[in-house]
Nanobody, 124 residues
Framework: VQLVESGGDLVQAGGSLRLSCVVS????????LGWFRQVPGTEREAVAC????????YYAPSVKGRFTISSDNAKDTVYLQMGSLKPEDTAMYYC??????????????????WGQGTQVTVSS
């Protein structure tokens, strides 16, 4: 199993970014998928999660209405579309997958597999 993130960048406040996570070694519908972020010295937090088989999603209150998680089975890719970015969104963003699928509570910030991360920096 492998997850590879991309799309992180330096962007001005109010801007948008789309993160991508290409996965291999499993089928998206069989796993719960999520995006997490971490600032040095703080705990990693769940940003958005999706169960591809049902399309159910979770969003952290701080990003609800600004971020959208989606998946494309044909491309084996999970996306995080981020809009109205704020300086407090600055963090390393990680993609994760968990075999518990729809039973996975991503807010626990525990997953079977993690990517290496991609840096998002939002300037004021």
């Amino acid at each position: 199993v492998q997850l590879v993130e991309s799309g992180g960048d330096l962007v001005q406040a109010g801007g948008s970014l789309r993160l991508s996570c290409v996965v291999s070694g499993f089928t998206l519908d069989d796993y719960g998928l999520g995006w997490f972020r971490q600032v040095p010295g703080t705990e990693r937090e769940a940003v958005a999660c999706i169960d591809s088989s049902e399309g159910s999603t979770y969003y952290a209150p701080s990003v609800k209405g600004r971020f959208t998680i989606s998946s494309d089975n044909a491309k084996d890719t999970v996306y995080l579309q981020m809009g109205s970015l704020k300086p407090e969104d600055t963090a390393m963003y990680y993609c994760a997958a968990d075999s518990r699928g729809k039973s996975w509570n991503c807010k626990e910030v525990f997953a079977d597999h993690w990517g290496q991360g991609t840096q998002v920096t939002v300037s004021s």
